[in-house]
């Protein structure tokens, strides 16, 4: 059993930053790949980044340039800092991680219950 579990969402006000935390525990070892997903209202569910088990981040390209994706691989802990955020980076996040991947690829097998962020135009 694999546990992830999303802090830091809530409301913020257009140009404004959030610090995303997720920690991993159970079943599940340390240094793998973990990442971010996002569902915004009425939308479907979309990839927001993810970091490799080098340390090596991937953005999406709408996040690209305003988010940063880190981890702590004693404390199992992955981060996302988002900055100058708009309206358009609202929705639900979602901690996802990776047991089988490396570098690039990114297939989100586990996820958390997700954290809600809103930003206020």
């Known amino acids: 059993q694999v546990q992830l579990v999303e802090s830091g969402g809530g409301l913020v006000q257009s140009g404004g930053s959030l610090r995303l935390s997720c920690a991993a525990s159970?079943?599940?070892?340390?240094?793998?790949?973990m990442g971010w997903y996002r569902q915004p209202p009425g939308k479907k569910c979309e990839y927001v980044a993810h970091?490799?088990?080098?340390?090596?981040?991937y953005y999406s390209v709408s996040v690209k340039g305003r988010c940063t994706i880190s981890r702590d691989n004693i404390e199992n802990t992955v981060f996302l800092q988002m900055d100058n955020l708009g309206p358009e980076d609202s929705g639900v996040y979602y901690c996802?991680?990776?047991?089988?991947?490396?570098?690039?690829?990114?297939?989100?097998?586990?996820w958390g219950r997700g954290t809600q962020v809103t930003v206020s135009s």
């Open positions: 159970g079943s599940i070892r340390n240094n793998i790949a």
């Open positions: 970091i490799s088990t080098d340390g090596s981040p």
């Open positions: 996802t991680a990776d047991p089988q991947s490396a570098g690039i690829l990114y297939l989100a097998e586990h």
